[in-house]
């Protein structure tokens, strides 16, 4: 049981998270502009918070490159090009809001020249475990497919991308991961369920690179990890026409 000044530390911690979302959420939604300066004692009346905690959540947006104190002016909006992308937060900030189909493709072109170069180092410097776990996650990817069970697909689709940028053996790209995760749990978001049309090929696409890794065949496991990720930002291109009531590019 938490008392006295555990319980406050514990309901400083709610408030600042609760502050820190709804922050970074409006400025990634436009409502903050860049170059607006927040109004420090509106914020902190309209989430009823002191201004440690509201402090404490200025310094994290700060660390993420999205709001900058300035002497004598005050903490002004920074634009996009300042933010840290990479950070799983501004991720998931980005996917709930409706930069979700802008996003997806910026990443997705990213990973087009990533991943197929971890595929590539892959299938020469994977474990025998690590090959099997591969394997593995690629079979419950086509289990959840046939099952509708979306939620197991999505989770299956992340430790499979997450397994093989681990085992490329390059720490940059392994820690390339932890962004690969945050975007595909973005998926969540969508109001379409997982589990579409594209989904069988893409599950195909999965299981044929796991097969080019256990081979060895760094070729193969290029060309495969290539032939995954084009189609998906293919996927995405499409929807994002259609969501804009024109067709896909």
Known sequence: MITGDGLGSWRERGLH????????????????????ILNLDEISAAFAVSRSVLREALRVLQSLGMVEPR????????????WDLMNPQI???????PEYFTQMREMLEMR???????ARLSARLMTDAQLVAVAEAAAAMVAADLAGDGRRFLESDIAFHCLILVGSGNSV????AGTVAALLRTREEEKRFTITEYTPP?????????VALAERDADA????SYATIEATLAEFMQEAGDAAGRPGV
């Open 17 to 36: 998270a609760r502050v820190l979302n709804s922050l970074g959420q409006e400025i990634v939604d436009g409502r903050y502009a860049p170059g607006d």
């Open 71 to 82: 002497q004598r002016v005050g903490t002004q909006v920074l634009p996009r090009g300042a």
């Open 91 to 97: 991720i998931l900030w980005r996917g709930r809001g």
């Open 112 to 118: 087009l020249g990533i991943e197929p170069v971890a």
């Open 173 to 176: 790209m392994g820690h390339f």
């Open 202 to 210: 893409s599950a195909h696409r999965h299981n044929q690179l796991a």
């Open 221 to 224: 496991a290029h060309r495969w």
